[in-house]
């Protein structure tokens, strides 16, 4: 539409755009009869036109007066604006006369403001000055009359006084005064040092003096002084305080040595009870004295028997070390309990960490009756508790000089070991094999949790006696009787296998449940494999918890040096190798069958009857033996199915190696090893569950070897069945049964079915030809294939022998 429509719509015809006269005047004369009213017609078009030029002339008149009425409209704004323009301008100059009053009346307060505050400052200096002058002539007058109970207080206000007056030290008389201020603290440091020195002096054993009200006020002081005098009024009491110490300990003394090392520590909680009663009111509380008087103790015990062990080190025997050391642990264990450790030279004390919960079983009881045994055998009363390691500040504070010896605990564990692994060795021999009890589900050896349990004292024993290299050494002898464990008990005790085969004939094996007599494996052997199998599990897993509690309790640095990998590695070969010696144990039962089978004259064989008795064999000693296994595994159900794995592969591509050494073969006979072969399928698939009263369904990865491998030996046996005229339709059959593209497998087809060699050779080239094009990144050939696709087509024959196989079983 034109925008005149859009803005102004109109249903009028001689407004549209596409507007035609001719159809408009045929719209108005449709007929000859219609001309009659073109007059009518005429007219109203007429008056049409009269409106239109009368509307027309209106809006040009009109028009002629808008550029009048817009300039007017003009000048009127203009106006307006600037007498807008005038008013704001007035309204600025008075904003601005006002703001300049302001600024006048104002000035005048801020003077008054300034004067104020520097009043209020200089009289508020003037004060403290006064403050300052006044105390500092008091201070003096006290030092000299030693009133220290007001001194103290009096030097705290003028000290903090005086920081006022820092800025203002260029005056000379404020100079002074500070000066006057350090002047009177030197010489209350002096004087109290004096004065303690007098109560206590530091030449000889026996204390002159005592507590006095003097010398707790002096300590009050002493608070604000320089830390220094504090620190020496500590140090000389403290070492006045041991001098008894270091002269009754000497080491030429007999209770130095280390049998007497609770004479030590009973002497300083003596002390530190005659310290609380004569001398607890005397220092300060937060001087901690007691607790500084414990530490300062544990330092000198430290260096003193760190000093004697050194020139008597040929003298020190593990249960002397460990007596020591447990009477050692004690002690900081009773010094966690009393004090916080808020004097330890780090200032800080150690918050307990709450450790992560666990399910590694080294956790349990790590504190508790086990860590008693590192005691001498004699008897000892008064055990006091066992402190945990994490949470005590003051652990190794004096433990850590034995840290040094602990290789004769080294080698003591190392000793110890070795007699306990010759000690499960002679037991094993002397009990034998542990007694078939398949309800037990296989039994680990006792020896195995003997081994553990004392391999976690051990580490619970060294991590309280050291976190440092003595673990790792105790690590290396851990790995060294791992492995000792996985060779001697284990791996030793496995039943050799042998090399023959019982001596049995043919004739035997055809007969009817003949044959049981193979088996190498005794009940008590097979349960023997089981037995170490189980342990050698349980020894994996636990050498893993083993490895990572020992990351636990060593130092974060020696984390990296902690590795139990090989050890692990050791009974994963166990493990490996006993589930090899059950699949051989069995693998060996089944040969004489499957020889057997081998040497059968199937062309001989006149009709199929029920499965064949190398068949019934194998399904024999199959029922013997893997019930026994898997009772024994019950524990260990994965290397049950990975026995079960290794067996199926094992055993499968050795029944089609023996199903080539079935030549010739008739069709009859044919027909009957396929029947076995499926027997033997069913049997495999349910090989897990067989014997059981509770049937479970076979693993898939189990389940898929045995359909792989028995569905390629059916196969085998119907291309065998197989008419080999046309040989074009026999080769593509072939290919269509096995995908097996060498032609080592095609010519031991051929030679079961018995044809000459010059069928074979004209076989053969037809094979060669009719081969698909190998895909991409493959040889395509493999002997061992897996996969059998069903064929579109088979004979009769073969349907019917399928039928039978389903009916019998």
């Not at 030197?186 to 000889?204: K, M, R, T, V």
């Not at 002397?320 to 808020?342: M, P, W």
């Not at 004096?398 to 002679?426: M, T, W």
């Not at 698939?685 to 189990?702: E, F, N």
Request: charged fraction near 25%; glycine fraction near 4%.
């Amino acid at each position: 539409f034109p925008p005149s429509l859009q803005v102004f719509p109109s249903q009028d015809p001689l407004d549209r755009a596409d507007f035609n006269a001719v159809e408009y005047i045929n719209a108005l004369f449709p007929t000859e009869q219609s001309l009659a009213n073109i007059d009518e017609v005429v007219n109203k078009i007429r008056l049409k036109i009269r409106r239109l030029d009368d509307n027309i002339r209106t809006v040009v008149r009109g028009q002629t007066n808008v550029g009048q009425d817009g300039r007017q409209a003009l000048e009127e704004a203009q106006k307006a604006i600037q007498q807008l323009f005038g008013k704001i301008k007035d309204i600025k100059d008075k904003a601005e006369k006002s703001e300049q009053m302001v600024k006048e009346i104002t000035r005048d307060i801020k003077q008054l403001d300034h004067a104020k505050r520097h009043l209020t400052t200089s009289i508020t200096t003037l004060n403290h000055l006064h403050m300052l002058a006044g105390g500092v002539d008091s201070l003096e007058a006290m030092t000299r009359r030693r009133q220290y109970g007001e001194v103290a207080n009096l030097l705290q206000g003028v000290v903090n006084v005086l920081e006022h007056f820092n800025k203002y030290m260029g005056i000379p008389q404020i100079r002074q005064l500070s000066e006057r201020v350090k002047a009177a603290q030197n010489e209350l440091g002096q004087q109290i040092l004096a004065d303690f020195e007098e109560a206590f002096p530091s030449q000889g054993t026996k204390r002159t003096g005592g507590p006095s009200n003097v010398l707790r006020d002096a300590c009050l002081v002493a608070n604000v002084l320089d830390p220094r005098i504090k620190q020496e009024i500590i140090k000389k009491f403290i070492k006045q305080h041991l001098s008894e110490y270091l002269v009754l300990f000497q080491e030429n003394q007999d209770v130095a040595w280390l049998d007497k090392i609770d004479r030590r520590y009973a002497w300083i909680k003596r002390q530190l009870v005659d310290y609380e009663e004569k001398y607890g009111h005397m220092f300060p509380q937060e001087w901690c004295m007691t607790e500084r008087i414990a530490v300062e103790f544990c330092h000198v015990t430290r260096a003193e028997l760190s000093k004697i062990m050194r020139t008597r080190a040929k003298e020190i025997e593990v249960k002397l070390l460990l007596f020591a050391i447990q009477r050692t642990t004690n002690f900081e264990g009773l010094l966690a309990k009393r004090f916080s450790g808020c004097t330890l030279a780090d200032g800080t004390v150690k918050k307990p960490e709450v450790p992560p919960p666990s399910t590694n079983p080294f956790l349990e009881d790590e504190t508790g009756a086990e860590t008693d045994e590192i005691v001498m055998e004699k008897s000892d009363t008064d055990k006091p508790k066992k402190p945990k390691v994490p949470d005590n500040p003051f652990h190794g504070i004096v433990s850590k000089c034995f840290e040094p010896h602990l290789y004769v605990y080294i080698e003591s564990q190392d000793k110890n070991l070795g007699e306990l692994i010759d000690r499960f060795v002679a037991d094993f021999k002397a009990q034998g094999p542990p007694k078939p009890n398949v309800d037990e589900g296989g039994a680990v050896l006792p020896s195995c949790a003997d081994l553990f349990v004392y391999y976690k004292k051990c580490m619970v024993q060294c991590s309280q006696l050291s976190t440092g290299e003595p673990m790792i050494a105790l690590t290396t002898i851990f790995q060294k009787y791992l492995r000792e464990y996985a060779w001697k008990i284990l791996s030793g005790n496995l039943p050799k296998t042998t090399s023959s085969s019982g001596g049995l004939t043919i004739t035997s094996l055809l007969k009817e449940k003949e044959g049981s007599e193979v088996a190498k494996f005794t009940l008590e052997e097979l349960c023997l494999i089981c037995s170490i199998l189980s342990t050698a599990e349980y020894c994996l897993a636990t050498t893993q918890q083993l490895e990572e509690k020992l990351k636990e309790k060593v130092d974060a640095s020696l984390m990296e040096r902690i590795n139990l990998t090989g050890e692990m590695d050791t009974f994963s070969i166990v493990i490996s190798n006993s589930i090899q010696l059950l699949v051989q144990d069995l693998d060996a039962a089944c040969d004489p069958a499957l020889t057997a089978m081998s040497k059968m004259q199937w062309q001989n064989v006149e009709h199929v009857g029920d499965q064949s008795p190398y068949v019934t064999s194998v399904i024999l000693h199959i029922k013997q033996n893997v019930p026994i296994i898997r009772d024994n595994l019950a524990s260990t159900r994965k290397y049950f199915t990975q026995f079960c794995i290794k067996f199926a592969n094992s055993f499968i591509p050795k029944f089609i190696n023996h199903l080539f050494k079935c030549k010739p073969i008739s069709m009859v006979g044919a027909e009957q090893l396929l029947l076995d072969t499926h027997s033997l399928k069913m049997v495999l698939l349910d090989l897990p569950s067989i014997g059981s009263q509770v049937v479970r369904k076979a693993p898939a990865s189990y389940t898929k070897i045995v359909v792989k491998g028995m569905t390629r030996a059916e196969m085998i046996l119907k291309v065998v069945m197989a008419p080999h005229e046309p040989p074009v339709v026999f080769v593509d059959n072939y290919i269509k049964l096995l995908a097996d593209c060498s032609t080592d497998t095609f010519q031991k087809i051929l030679d079961m079915k018995g044809l000459k060699r010059s069928e074979q050779s004209s076989m053969l080239d037809l094979f060669r030809l009719r081969l698909p094009a190998p895909p991409p990144g493959g040889d395509g050939s493999g002997s061992l294939s897996l996969s059998a696709p069903t064929p579109e087509q088979e004979s009769s024959r073969i349907r019917k022998l399928e039928k039978l196989i389903k009916k019998r079983l």
